[in-house]
């Protein structure tokens, strides 16, 4: 089984770009789809970015996603930032036998 | 439109069991693969069990294998999961959630909060 690392936590002012990582432990980052979930409070996950960087319709240009393959890791970026980004990010992957999320991200958007 | 929604949490008493179930509307549901997920308050999000759209091919995180059963009713668009021998630890809320062909879990309950507790 492989592991999913995010940063605990980003902040930043609105307006402004961030990138929130995800490095997987072993296998190839490239080898399966990286999906990403924003968590509002009390509320159930979302779908941001799925494939690694399509987006789903109604989610806004400024949310885009990436792979690189040299640190082994997958990015979520959220440009232009509003205070309606304020939530947790998950990234999450899968391989033959089991759905693996990372731990979180929490965005702070000051 | 999709629909899940679940229920069967409670309050439980450690070393009891629970049934969650969750009801499917609004798809084929026989058509698709699906997931539980749990979420302990305030942590992150895992993952705990996949059943194939049969219900043939069955995984677990390893962090409940043994305890937790996972199974499905296509003629009633039910999921369920079977949890035995409860701890204190499996507090959580707890999520369906439906898997499409990018093994992306597109849609997802409200939950279902289950609290371990004597």
């Known amino acids: 089984n492989f592991m999913l690392t995010q940063p605990h936590s980003v902040s930043e002012s609105p307006g402004k770009t961030i990138t929130i990582s995800c490095t997987r432990s072993s296998g190839s980052i490239a080898t399966n789809y990286v999906q990403w979930y924003q968590q509002r409070p009390g509320s159930a996950p979302t779908t941001v970015i799925y494939k690694d960087n399509q987006r789903p319709s109604g989610v806004p240009d400024r949310f885009s996603g990436s792979i690189d393959s040299s640190s082994n890791s997958a990015s979520l970026t959220i440009s232009g930032l509003k205070t309606e980004d304020e939530a947790d990010y998950y990234c999450q992957s899968y391989d033959s036998s089991n759905r693996v999320f990372g731990g979180g991200t929490k965005l702070t958007v000051l | 439109e999709v629909q899940l929604v679940e229920s069967g949490g409670g309050l439980a008493q450690p070393g009891g069991s629970l049934r969650l179930s969750c009801a499917a509307s609004?798809?084929?549901?026989?058509?698709?693969?699906m997931n539980w997920v749990r979420q302990a308050p305030g942590k992150g999000l895992e993952w705990i069990s996949y059943i194939s759209s049969s219900g043939t091919t069955i995984y677990y995180a390893d962090s409940v294998k043994g305890r937790f059963t996972i199974s499905r009713d296509n003629a009633k668009n039910s999921l369920y999961l079977q949890i035995n021998s409860l701890r204190a630890e499996d507090t959580a809320i707890y999520y369906c959630?439906?898997?499409?062909?990018?093994?992306?879990?597109?849609?997802w309950g409200q939950g279902t909060l289950v609290t371990v507790s004597s």
């Open positions: 959630a439906r898997e499409n062909n990018d093994w992306l879990l597109d849609y």
């Open positions: 609004g798809f084929t549901f026989s058509s698709y693969e």
